[in-house]
Structures are given as C-alpha cells and as structure tokens.
C-alpha cells in the first residue's frame, strides 16, 4: 500500500482527473495533483516512484473490486498516457461493504467515546452523517447544513497553519471597503450560524481579530516573520460573548430579559448563552439573566425572538431594541423603502 504523507488526497485529486474520462501523462497528472496540494498548504510530490505507487495503490483497490486494474495506459510519441478503463468512472461509485461498513462502525464506536468533552459537539453530526450513509436507505432521512462557499476555500489551509504555527500572509476585504493586506499569526477557528470565522493576531498588533473566512480573497504562507504564541485560552475566550465579537473596551454586563410562555419553553432548549439563568414565571412567562458583553450579535439574537421577548435591563440595551423596533416599523410604514436606505 501506498504509504506516503497525504495519500488520500492525492487519490481523490488523480480520481477526479481521471472521472472526466480524458488521458494524462505522468508529468500532467504530478503537476495537477501538486498544484491542489500546494493550496492546502499539503507537500508537493517530486519522485517518480510517488507517483507510481500511487496508481499502484489505486489498481488495488479496483482489483479487489471488481476483478481488474481500473487505470490503464497507452505508450504513444515517447509518452504514456493513463486514463481510467472503459466503463469505469471513479473509484468512489459504489456502496460501502458490509466489512466496509462493520469497519467503520467499530471506528464510530470509539469516537463516541469522546462525547461530552469540549469542542466535541461535532460528533453528533458526524456520526448522524455516517448512520445515514451506511443504512443505505433509498430516501435522505435527514438534512445537514453546510457552511458558506467562500469558507470551504481557506479552512484547510488555515487549520494546517494553525496546527503547524505557520504565520500567514492574506487579503482580507470588509464589507463595503478595500481589500487590505495582513500579516497575521493564526490561532483558532469557530463556526457561527453556517459562518467560519478565523481569531488572529495582525503583525505589530497584540489584540485578537476576528476575520470572517468568506471575506479572504487570497492566503499564502509567511516565511520571512517568526510565529508569535498567543496567551488566550480559547477554551473560555467565548463565555463572556454571544457569537464570535468582542466588542472594543466592552465590558461585561448584568442583562434581564423577560419573555412569554413560548419563549420559556424555547430557551430551555436552544438557550441564548450557554451560561444564561432562566426562572419560570408560570403564566407570567419568564425572565432570563446573563452576563455577557453586548454585541451586535447579542442584539440579533435578541431581536430574533421578536415581541416573544423585551429587554428589562440595562437601559442602553433596552433603548437600543427600541430603536431597532421603532426603526422597523417605521419601514413598514414608509411607501419606498429606498427612500430610508438612500438617507443611511
């Protein structure tokens, strides 16, 4: 078996070139598969002998499948061409095995393992995604929800730079403003609602920024700056926080909120900050206290709940709402919305 770094990757990149039922020679197929390999910050592949165990590997497995090598080659003007055999599309299209499958339980079964311990929610969905794939059903039984396009580009090289301390160079554009070039020492990554988002320290700065992964244009590695250690535990960095922002000088502040019965029964489920104190009214509703910085996410998840919920304390807070919700209105109530966007 091919047992060299990043083998797997490099299976499904030679898959795909081959699933387009063209022809390649060995130097195509190496530039190809090491050009995708260079963007995911995975070392490039340089001996002959690589690339031929690779192919050897992959005729294996297509040997043991279905009983003949699924990559075939034609030697023509003193060059060889591979390509996949007649009638076969990708090494991929096929159902798992019941070994396969027993395998791969007994894989899920030690994972399972890890529940309950921090940052491990993601087992859930993984294993939910694995059940679902493995029963075979002729009908989905259940939907996931993916991240955002723009994020799927970076992560990879992010999360290797992360693992590896490399410091990164990238392009970040906010909305509504220039792009910017970054110097930056990554540190760690978060989703918020479908959104990946990178915390980070800006060369010559000592604070964390938060950058969005779909507002990235472009990221390279940085070999001229000495990676810098960051002395946050992100392990705690979000308890003050609803979301991903922690707002400039803010500080963390005693919130009471009052809500219906809907929102009671709501709230003991999805609760708005894991940290939030919740007291049954009974046909008075509820009211809900947390101590949190206030953000802008916090105010959108606030206003998500709409007349479900009103803002007890603090003042700021609560006149913040009110304007939000007189601002509404006031929409609703205008001819031309234009009119109120055009005066922003």
Not at 89 to 117: C, F, P, W
Not at 210 to 229: G, H, K, W, Y
Not at 255 to 275: A, F, K, M, S
Not at 307 to 319: F, T, W
Request: aromatic fraction near 12%.
């Amino acid at each position: 078996m091919a047992n060299t770094k990043d083998y797997a990757m490099r299976e499904m990149i030679l898959d795909r070139c081959f699933s387009t039922g063209k022809e390649y020679t060995r130097e195509e197929l190496m530039g190809i598969v090491n050009d995708e390999l260079l963007q995911r910050d995975m070392l490039p592949i340089r001996s002959r002998n690589t690339f031929m165990l690779d192919i050897n590997e992959m005729n294996s497995k297509f040997s043991t499948l279905y009983g003949v090598e699924g990559i075939v080659y034609e030697d023509r003007h003193k060059k060889r061409y591979y390509r996949y055999r007649d009638g076969i599309d990708s090494i991929y299209n096929r159902e798992l095995t019941a070994e396969e499958i027993e395998k791969l339980h007994e894989v899920r079964s030690l994972l399972q393992g890890l529940r309950g311990m921090p940052e491990m929610d993601w087992l859930e969905e993984m294993t939910a995604r694995f059940d679902q794939q493995a029963m075979g059903t002729s009908h989905p039984i259940a939907s996931f929800e993916d991240s955002t396009t723009g994020d799927a580009k970076h992560f990879l090289s992010l999360f290797n730079a992360i693992a590896n301390k490399q410091v990164m160079t990238i392009h970040y554009q906010r909305f509504g403003l220039d792009a910017k070039e970054r110097i930056i020492y990554p540190y760690y990554l978060k989703q918020y609602r479908r959104r990946w988002y990178l915390f980070a320290t800006i060369l010559d700065h000592e604070f964390i920024t938060c950058f969005s992964l779909d507002r990235i244009l472009s990221i390279a590695r940085n070999n001229t700056v000495a990676f810098q250690e960051c002395g946050v535990d992100f392990n705690h960095y979000f308890d003050d926080i609803v979301g991903v922002s922690h707002p400039d000088d803010g500080v963390v502040e005693h919130i009471v909120l009052r809500g219906d019965r809907w929102l009671e029964y709501y709230l003991r489920t999805l609760p708005i900050h894991p940290l939030q104190q919740l007291e049954s009214l009974g046909e008075d509703g509820c009211r809900v206290t947390l101590d949190v910085m206030i953000n802008n996410e916090l105010i959108q998840e606030l206003a998500f709940y709409g007349d479900h919920l009103r803002v007890e304390s603090p003042q700021r807070l609560r006149e913040e709402m009110v304007r939000r919700v007189q601002r509404q209105l006031d929409d609703y109530l205008q001819e031309d919305f234009g009119d109120r966007l055009a005066n922003d």
